[in-house]
């Protein structure tokens, strides 16, 4: 079965740091282009960033850049997103999300993971 | 990045049809034909029900369509049933990022 598994959510102090992680399985990791994607309670989906296949090209929405970094481990089928200098607006669930052709600019999420909810707050 | 933007709500019958649209710019949806459109229900992930602004994929029914049309993307239902009352977001690439539309709420009366 083609899943994707987000965890290491939970509850940070404003600027402490997090590190989520987003588990493939059942299709060739390597060959496709991974995004993040957050939502905060009751509002809509917001694009957080991409990373190319092999980890060599990444891009941020301007509310995360210089906090958040995007990586991948091909050999391990892991997605990654660390997340530093938390604020209460980042307080979300965070969706790990695939490409659906694969690479390139996005056609589609066809694979959705069941989300990791984040809490920033003191 | 703006976010696309859809009508808040809509609302529709069992066995009507209604539209929910999603207006951009020249710089995301008037640019590129990689318009997509998720339906969500509550607590629930996303689920892809139309991708490259009219296609569906293996599984979703035909009665979801969409289309463009300038610098605005449309998505159809047709028949409603009660299933089908979730949020629904539309989403376009943007050059050198991705943009959502803030939701629509589809109520089946």
């Known amino acids: 079965e083609v899943q994707l598994v987000e965890s290491g959510g939970g509850l940070v102090q404003p600027g402490g740091s997090l590190r989520l992680s987003c588990a493939a399985s059942?299709?060739?990791?390597?060959?496709?282009?991974m995004h993040w994607v957050r939502q905060a309670p009751g509002k809509g989906l917001v694009w957080v960033s991409r990373?190319?296949?092999?980890?060599?090209?990444?891009s941020y929405a301007d509310s995360v850049k210089g906090r958040f970094t995007i990586s991948r481990d091909n050999a391990k089928n892991t997605l990654y997103l660390q997340m530093n200098s938390l604020r209460a607006e980042d307080t979300a669930v965070y969706y790990c999300?695939?490409?659906?052709w694969g690479s390139g600019p996005p056609n589609a999420f066809d694979i959705w993971g069941q989300g990791t909810m984040v809490t920033v707050s003191s | 990045q703006s976010a696309l933007t859809q009508p808040a709500s809509v609302s529709g019958s069992p066995g009507q049809s209604i539209t929910i649209s999603c207006t951009g710019t020249?710089?995301?949806?008037?640019?590129?034909?990689?318009v997509s459109w998720y339906q969500q229900h509550p607590g629930k992930a996303p689920k892809l029900m139309i991708y490259?602004?009219?296609k569906r994929p293996s599984g979703v029914s035909n009665r979801f369509s969409g289309s463009k049309s300038g610098n605005t993307a449309s998505l159809t239902i047709s028949g409603l049933q009660a299933e089908d009352e979730a949020d629904y977001y539309c989403?376009?690439?943007?050059?050198?990022?991705?943009?959502f539309g803030g939701g629509t709420k589809l109520t089946v009366l």
């Open positions: 989403c376009s690439y943007a050059g050198s990022s991705v943009v």
């Open positions: 999300a695939r490409v659906e």
């Open positions: 020249s710089s995301d949806v008037g640019s590129y034909n990689l």
């Open positions: 990373i190319n296949s092999d980890g060599s090209s990444t």
């Open positions: 490259e602004v009219s």
């Open positions: 059942g299709f060739t990791f390597s060959s496709y282009w």
